[in-house]
């Protein structure tokens, strides 16, 4: 199918402007074609706003291995219906794909079930540098790294290894920053004080995962990083003392850079009250001081990507007291949703066209621009001639209310049940081809593809 979105609002490259955008054979045409053959569809889209999909380069889909939480299917779906068209996955899942025949097998399942596009990054390891160092650069979005144990225990501890990797490493290394002595100390000596009591909750978790714990880890490896030369990019910064290293030249002009998800946008240690465990993740949601400066380090350049680090558990297990209960978050489907809230902050409309002007722009680029620049996506995250058509529509002016049941997540659950948006995801395209609609729901046939890397 050929699509003429016409009379849209597109935004582009640092643009806000109305136009058409063709969609011929699965790529993206600026101007209509001289021929059309084949069959057309013309799609009314003004008021709608049109985006380049989302590539979000931090998703736990938990396949294989864990797929009690979540799988392929579920989760790119997911996806879809969030205007995310195409993910990088983690490496720890069960087996971790630590190596290229376990991501090969990932390949393999992703080709099978997704609707969204796919990548996946290899996990380091104590015992696999030879491994990362022989890789085929090319096949793979990136090396994690875990600097403080996390879900699905990768940490990587021994300073040998580490020189080795920083030095060494032809792709960018992903790390998760968190010092993982500061954290078994915090937490051995708040098991012993609060264990079993009613000072057993999610409240602790920030004063557990604290922002020493971040800064201490981040600072060495932007360190280490500094003295080899090597393309590092902090995950999920969630303080505002770690934005004190970094830089806010372009990105092109960087090696160093960093994350933020939506949750640590979204949420501050106020929520712990309401939610919990809900919004147990690691690195922790913090304080409202450190929710505001990362909001402003997005539009200094501090922050480069956003990412979800879209982290599904059951119900069941985030039910647990708090010391037994896992961290991680599922909210891939309603990030872009939320971080397009700020546009419908202003009183008049006025105001509103001001901020559209600045904030979209902005939040395209953290999205969709930046991510596939920084991890050498070829062919994707932009609207330019001849790239994948992988697009989405939204509606600025229609709201969404998350419930249970339109959920696509296998978990069931989400901490922002109840919460209503004011814009909503009419149509996402993967490759040219509606992938979800809010009228039909996420389509039966998928059209997705591997990603390629260049870098």
């Not at 939040?363 to 058509?389: C, Q």
């Amino acid at each position: 199918m050929n699509y003429h979105i016409s009379k849209a609002t597109i935004v582009n490259e640092g643009t806000v402007h109305q136009g058409d955008v063709y969609i011929v054979d699965g790529r993206i045409a600026l101007l209509p074609p001289v021929e059309r053959s084949g069959e057309w569809t013309t799609i009314d889209a003004e008021g709608m706003l049109i985006l380049p999909g989302v590539i979000d380069t931090h998703v736990h889909f938990r396949e294989p291995g864990l797929t009690e939480k979540a799988d392929m299917a579920s989760e790119s779906r997911a996806a879809v219906a969030g205007g995310v068209t195409s993910f990088v996955d983690m490496p720890n899942t069960k087996p971790q794909t630590t190596t290229m025949e376990l991501l090969d097998e990932k390949v393999a399942l992703a080709q099978a079930k997704s609707m969204a596009n796919y990548g996946f990054m290899l996990g380091a390891t104590n015992d696999n540098i030879d491994e990362l160092l022989a890789a085929d650069p090319s096949r793979y979005a990136a090396i994690k790294l875990f600097l403080g144990s996390s879900t699905g225990n990768m940490l990587v501890n021994d300073p040998a290894v580490l020189d080795r990797l920083f030095k060494q490493a032809k792709k960018l290394i992903v790390a998760h920053c968190e010092e993982e002595s500061i954290v078994q100390a915090n937490l051995h000596n708040f098991k012993l004080e609060c264990q079993g009591t009613e000072r057993e909750t999610a409240a602790l978790h920030p004063q557990i995962r604290t922002t020493e714990a971040c800064y201490v880890s981040s600072y060495k490896a932007i360190e280490r990083a500094r003295r080899y030369g090597t393309r590092l990019h902090i995950a999920h910064i969630s303080t505002a003392t770690e934005l004190n290293l970094l830089s806010n030249k372009p990105l092109a002009e960087k090696n160093i850079t960093a994350e933020v998800t939506p949750n640590h946008l979204w949420f501050d240690e106020s929520d712990y009250a309401e939610l919990g465990n809900l919004i147990k993740c690691n690195p922790a949601i913090k304080s409202r001081d450190d929710r505001l400066a990362l909001w402003a380090a997005l539009y200094d350049g501090l922050i480069d990507t956003i990412g979800s680090d879209h982290a599904p558990h059951t119900w069941e297990s985030k039910q647990l007291p708090y010391f037994d209960a896992p961290g991680g978050i599922p909210s891939i489907q309603h990030n872009l949703l939320a971080m397009l809230e700020p546009m419908h902050s202003p009183q008049s409309e006025a105001e509103r066209d001001e901020l559209i002007g600045t904030w979209l722009p902005l939040l395209v680029e953290k999205m969709s621009h930046n991510p596939a620049e920084l991890f050498g996506i070829a062919n994707r995250g932009f609207i330019r001639d001849g790239y994948a058509a992988d697009l989405v529509m939204v509606n600025p002016r229609a709201t969404t209310t998350v419930t249970k049941e339109s959920l696509y997540y296998k978990c069931g659950w989400s901490p922002l049940d109840g919460q209503t948006f004011h814009s909503r995801v009419e149509t996402t395209w993967v490759n040219g081809e509606i992938a979800y609609s809010h009228a039909d729901g996420v389509a039966t046939t998928s059209h997705a593809q591997r990603l390629l890397f260049e870098k």
